[in-house]
């Protein structure tokens, strides 16, 4: 599903985004905004969260600079759903890995949401 990323722009599904992205495991690409542009809080996945996901994977950017924070953190793991947290690089392929891995898995489809910030 992520085909490429580069510092600035992902592409994923044949189309290139260079603005943030909420990947979703049903295919839907939504904009992806943070009130602080590397920190990134409870407000900031709340969204992916409500979609009651099995797994949310967030690339923190080129060189990892974004943070996630402590309580976003517990407010993800409260919910029963497992966190997983690299460069964005790295966090696209494993998000590409879950995806592709509950393909292969018959009638069952991993839910899977990927957070990049495509920048720092």
């Not at 990323?5 to 690409?29: A, C, L, M, P």
């Not at 080129?62 to 309580?71: D, F, L």
Request: charge should be negative; charged fraction near 30%; glycine fraction near 8%.
């Amino acid at each position: 599903m992520v085909e490429e990323y580069h510092f600035g722009s992902i592409t994923i599904s044949g189309k290139t985004y260079n603005y943030d992205v909420e990947v979703r495991w049903t295919g839907e690409i939504l904009k992806w905004w943070r009130e602080e542009s590397h920190i990134i809080d409870v407000e900031d996945v709340k969204r992916a969260v409500e979609q009651n996901p099995e797994t949310i994977v967030i690339g923190t950017g080129e060189s990892g600079i974004a943070r996630v924070t402590e309580e976003a953190k517990k407010f993800i793991q409260e919910k029963g759903i497992k966190l997983i947290i690299d460069k964005t690089e790295e966090a696209a392929k494993t998000f590409n890995i879950i995806n592709a891995g509950s393909k292969e898995e018959e009638g069952k489809q991993n839910k899977v949401i990927g957070l990049f910030h495509l920048t720092c």
